[in-house]
């Protein structure tokens, strides 16, 4: 529910959005999710903000998790 609502939000607001289904258990799954864990993280979304497309090579922006309206509307400014 979260992630559907946040995706929903950038969305709305045009900002292009990158879903990505960690599912835990695959190989790459679980990788994704300790890496998540050693981030600091403890709840999906995981949001990542970037200028440009992720695969650019480019440093997020601005990542949380969680859905945090306040965030959302910040970027959506």
Known sequence: MKCRLTAERFEKADIPVTKILVDPNTEWGEQKLNKFKLA?????????????MEDDG??????????????IREWIK
């Open 40 to 52: 600091g993280h403890q709840s999906f979304p995981v949001i990542r903000v970037y200028a440009g």
């Open 58 to 71: 480019s440093e997020a922006l601005d990542t949380w998790s969680d859905f945090k309206l306040d965030k």
